[in-house]
Nanobody
Framework: QVQLQESGPGLVKPSQTLSLTCTVSGGSITTNYYYWTWIRQPPGKGLEWIGYRAYSGSTYYSPSLKSRTSISRDTSKNQFTLQLSSVTPEDTAVYYC????????????WGQGTQVTVSS
């Protein structure tokens, strides 16, 4: 059974960098052909796709967030990390990590989500 768990600070100040880590158990983040993804849901809005770090190490980000986003990984810890720079209150959301078994496949495993609030 694959499990994903998000961790990181729940409060970030405007202009700072948001950093969240997803720890994966029950499966390796380098196993073909999984895409390890970050998704968020602002209050009162729908899900917003942020980007992924693929099994191969390649990355792809939402065009609207690309200039501020980085997704790295630590294969020794089986973790992948989201960094979102220059945050504003608009970045307040519940952040989820998830796994997709293929580039277009539906997400089969999700973390429980973590609330991040951007406020001074």
């Amino acid at each position: 059974q694959v499990q994903l768990q998000e961790s990181g600070p729940g409060l970030v100040k405007p202009s700072q960098t948001l950093s969240l880590t997803c720890t994966v158990s029950g499966g390796s983040i380098t196993t073909n052909y999984y895409y390890w993804t970050w998704i968020r849901q602002p209050p009162g809005k729908g899900l917003e796709w942020i980007g992924y770090r693929a099994y191969s190490g390649s990355t792809y980000y939402s065009p609207s967030l690309k200039s501020r986003t980085s997704i790295s990984r630590d294969t020794s810890k089986n973790q992948f990390t989201l960094q979102l720079s220059s945050v504003t209150p608009e970045d307040t959301a519940v952040y989820y990590c998830a796994r997709a078994p293929g580039l277009t496949g539906p997400y089969d495993y999700w973390g429980q989500g973590t609330q991040v609030t951007v406020s001074s």
